[in-house]
């Protein structure tokens, strides 16, 4: 049994642990509250990007002669994005995307595909590295604090490997953010967009997913000029559209990164809490215990002097 020194240097370290998981389920959920603010915000813009880009792909026709809408019927090489975070302390946020990136690659596998890796960040980009998987580009420091300049830079390195036809189709896989305690792992097709469901058939406009009756009908019958003509703003879209998707991404990452680091930081703090009392329990067994001791030396003592 431990002595009465060795537990309490145990409850004083624990209580500085739930000091500072405390701290750090504080600071995760304030800047949460900023991160779920600019997912509500990008909603919108995002759908009405994805609404005209529809439009304009409706309205040009055949848009093959573009490289970036060049859908292979073929395809040999697949590229995975991982999302993931720079650091760790948030439950099983980077081990679920991880986990699914290689179920995913061994599937394509199977069906004869070539599988290489682009990741962002240190979580995603170590476990690869360990596990010895080809990875042609990564990008870290911003996971939890991601900007459109960062997403545009990912879409460019996905866009020209597509259009060199380095790659022939783009998964990422990313956490969706649903709640604080809830976070769902996906996988989204980005590259070709046709399978993305912006041009083509199975093509769903969000924004008119959300009218109803004869609204939808005049809708779906209005007519749409475009300056300039639907071909060359197509070419200025997709890239656009692909940036933007990808910065929505990176911006539910983020919130499901925070969510499932306050989530464990409570967890954890909550542990401690309970660790604390039981350490408590045992210091005074312990000393108990010593009291005990001390009282039948004294009687043994006593004793033998009688």
Do not use: C
């Amino acid at each position: 049994m431990a002595n009465r020194k060795e537990v309490t240097n145990q409850i004083s370290s624990v209580k500085n642990i739930r000091q500072i998981t405390r701290a750090m389920e504080a600071v995760a959920a304030a800047r949460l509250r900023k991160a779920e603010n600019r997912i509500a915000l990008l909603r919108p813009y995002a759908q009405a990007r994805r609404s005209l880009t529809q439009r304009a792909a409706e309205g040009a026709g055949s848009l093959t002669h573009l490289p970036i809408l060049d859908e292979r019927e073929d395809v040999k090489t697949l590229a995975i994005v991982l999302v993931t975070g720079d650091r760790g302390l948030a439950g099983a946020f980077n081990a679920n995307i991880i986990r699914e990136g290689l179920e995913l690659r061994e599937q394509a596998i199977e069906e004869g595909k070539e599988v290489v890796f682009y990741v962002v960040g240190r979580r995603g980009a170590g476990a690869m590295t360990f596990r010895k998987q080809t990875i042609l580009d990564s990008w870290t420091g911003f996971t939890d604090r991601p900007a459109f300049t960062n997403a545009r830079d990912i879409g460019e390195a996905l866009t020209a490997a597509y259009i060199d036809k380095e790659i022939d189709k783009v998964e990422v896989i990313y956490n969706r953010y649903v709640s604080p305690l809830t976070q769902h792992v996906y996988v989204q097709t980005l590259l070709p967009v046709q399978e993305a469901g912006v041009v083509g058939e199975g093509s769903e406009d969000e924004n008119e997913a959300e009218l109803e009756g004869d609204l939808a009908k005049a809708h779906a019958r209005s007519s749409w000029e475009y300056e300039p003509e639907p071909e060359e703003l197509m070419a200025r879209l997709v890239p656009d559209y692909i940036n933007t998707s990808l910065y929505r991404m990176l911006l539910e990452s983020a919130a499901s990164e925070l969510g499932a680091r306050m989530t464990a930081m409570r967890s954890a703090a909550d542990n401690a809490e309970t660790m604390i009392d039981d350490l408590t329990l045992e210091m005074n067994r312990v000393r108990q215990a010593e009291i005990t001791q001390e009282i039948l030396e004294v009687v043994g003592g006593a004793e033998a002097l009688g």
